[in-house]
């Protein structure tokens, strides 16, 4: 209980989650945390340190409620001992747009990430510092979370230039917000660039920190996606089995991302022909992450969207439309009914409708979400036009 013990103590916790030690930081801090209350009191900068960094842990662990009531709490407390413009403070709001994101209050995550960025403007005087660009950096994905693709690449583009102007080219935030980019690139429809950079990017994370490290586990997602819609799909499968298989193995297969990336696979499983097995990894993805994250999150609507298109694929329309009207409702409940991910399902269900003989039903859906579509993300997007065909 030395208190220099106990600063290298959280030390030590923030090199081990860099590290992707990720349950190894998550028992060290939460010891400290408690320690540090007791040694130190509540409310001393030391002890707030560590309640920052406890939340990190809390998220890496999947623990996305817990580490949101942890930073709300945190924050106010930053704020009543430093005030609203200090660094620990912005980075104790930080957090919490963080977790926002993760359980998926995409609008609060845009509003704080926002007003952290005038907080780190006002605070370190420079566009450039790797603060500001940091929160430049996760205004760009709520932008795309919220389906705002045109903004949101022009933005992440212009912030990956900065960074590999400002920091050497493996530099962890250089590559978490090319990683960004190839997303966002992905995201707006431009294919070829973003598995290119995806691709160069999970090859430069796989170098510095191995294959098994969650950020090089995230980037390979990615490349399933992109090999996915390149028409790879024999390559998509074995590189998303194996990532299943990695993420299982480092985080458990309760974890959401796990979870997330058995979605990934089960589409490419549908489009091999697989629908059943599709189906049986997105029930069991569901199911996990109504548990763990609740039935709202993105993770949870996107394997309900994903089920829906594997009844359907199986013959089993009723229960496709069934379950295409209920992630058609939660997305309008989660984003809005114009977000691209609402169109998206809705697309699919009128397709399922229209099949199973209840076009009357189609009419009470509201104007036509294939035109729709079209106007929110651009007629000539990838997928826009996959829908005027007739596609899923």
């Not at 826009?384 to 899923?392: D, I, L, T």
């Amino acid at each position: 209980n030395d208190q220099h013990v106990l600063v290298m103590r959280r030390e030590l916790g923030v090199v081990l989650r860099l590290l992707g030690e990720l349950s190894a930081a998550y028992e060290l801090n939460r010891e400290t945390l408690e320690r540090m209350r007791a040694v130190f009191g509540p409310e001393h900068e030391e002890t707030l340190r560590i309640i920052n960094s406890h939340g990190g842990d809390l998220r890496a662990v999947g623990k996305f409620d817990e580490a949101k009531e942890l930073d709300e709490i945190s924050l106010e407390l930053h704020r009543q001992v430093f005030g609203e413009l200090e660094h620990w403070t912005l980075m104790a709001a930080n957090n919490v747009a963080l977790d926002c994101r993760v359980t998926g209050d995409y609008h609060r995550a845009l509003e704080m990430d926002r007003k952290t960025l005038e907080g780190r403007l006002h605070f370190y005087g420079r566009a450039d510092n790797h603060w500001v660009l940091f929160s430049r950096n996760q205004i760009a994905r709520d932008l795309r979370e919220l389906g705002e693709y045109a903004e949101s690449l022009a933005l992440q583009r212009v912030i990956a230039a900065e960074y590999e102007a400002a920091l050497d080219a493996d530099h962890p935030n250089v590559l978490r917000a090319v990683k960004n980019l190839s997303v966002s690139l992905r995201k707006a429809g431009l294919y070829r660039e973003a598995r290119q950079k995806a691709e160069g990017v999970r090859k430069q994370y796989k170098e510095r920190f191995g294959a098994d490290h969650i950020d090089t586990l995230a980037a390979s997602c990615n490349v399933v996606n992109d090999l996915r819609l390149a028409g790879e799909l024999e390559e998509a499968r074995r590189l998303g089995e194996d990532t299943l298989a990695r993420y299982r193995r480092m985080l458990g297969a309760k974890h959401p991302f796990s979870y997330g990336c058995a979605i990934n696979v089960a589409v490419v499983l549908r489009r091999l022909g697989m629908a059943a097995k599709a189906k049986e990894l997105d029930e069991q993805a569901h199911t996990g992450l109504v548990e763990t994250v609740g039935p709202d999150n993105l993770y949870t609507l996107t394997a309900l969207a994903n089920l829906a298109t594997d009844w359907a694929a199986l013959g089993d329309l009723s229960t496709a439309c069934r379950l295409g009207e209920e992630a058609v409702g939660r997305f309008t409940d989660a984003f809005d009914a114009d977000h691209p991910y609402t169109l998206e399902c809705l697309v699919n269900l009128t397709m399922d409708l229209r099949a199973a003989g209840h076009g009357e039903r189609v009419a009470g859906l509201g104007d036509d979400p294939v035109h729709r579509l079209a106007c929110r993300i651009g007629a000539q997007h990838p997928i826009a036009m996959a829908a005027v065909q007739g596609e899923r």
